[in-house]
């Protein structure tokens, strides 16, 4: 399975700390931010992930990240020129996908929580399998600014809406899809929105309306931060601190994933660890080396 982490847009909401910089450039505590995305797509064991991202970014993503080698993955990059949907991704990354189905996550979008992994797994499967597309959803205190998903009596989902101004439920599809290979031909034939966008929702409508939609709902002991504004920016370092802090665990250290997924080795960990030895982070990579976690459920 591929992976795209989408990392473009002009961050405008962000002003004036984008205005030279990408958004998922941005520190989130003690990483850049598109490392928490990264991470998910590690954890769901995806070793082959394209970066897109605006021409003057996408230098810098090169500069952070190199070919990935470090992470134990593969890594390519291409341009969005315009931020014109997200679907548009899978139309600039069609080469990339190939006859494989392909995950996205976007590059603002922070996961967190007991369990992620095995559901994260489950969807790859789903995908890898033909049984359609997951997305996951995730209850939110202002429906109108997402994709809100309605569900019948039975937990079925029924219609999928952008941005409602009545919302027929409270819980949001998050940046992260799972899809099979026929959602490149489904992205080629979309029309644009009324604000020119090739908007995701249309995309995931389809899926739902040949019955292989597959809703996950993140509850309770799932974290999800959109990290869009000042405010949430903060929000996510502080949860992100907290939970490091309290659970002596870190969350998106992408050479921990890769060191236990077994992509990278000991050896290649301590070379990291010589660079940041001098930070909390490079400890913590000497703590799990020296073997001092003994559970690895994410």
Known sequence: MKGIILAGGSGTRLYPLTMVTSKQLLPIYDKPMIYYPMS?????????????????DTPRFQDLLGDGHQFGV???????PSPDGLAQAFIIGADFIGDEPVAMVLGDNIFAGHGLKKRLKAAVENAETGKGATVFGYYVDDPERFGIVEF???????????KPEHPKSNYCVTGLYFYDNRVVEYAKNLKPSARGELEITDLNRIYLEDNSLNVELLGQGFTWLDTGTHESLVDATNFVKTVE????RKIACLEEIAYL???????EVLEVYEVLKKNQYGQYLKAVLD?????HLY
């Open 40 to 56: 998910v797509l590690m954890n769901a064991g995806i070793r082959d992930i394209l970066i897109i991202s605006t021409p003057a």
């Open 74 to 80: 593969n890594l390519q990059y291409a341009v969005q």
């Open 152 to 162: 019948d009596k039975n937990g079925k989902a029924v219609s999928i809406e952008e």
């Open 245 to 248: 802090q309290h659970q002596h």
């Open 261 to 267: 997924n077994g992509w990278i080795s000991k050896e």
């Open 291 to 295: 073997g001092k976690y003994q559970e």
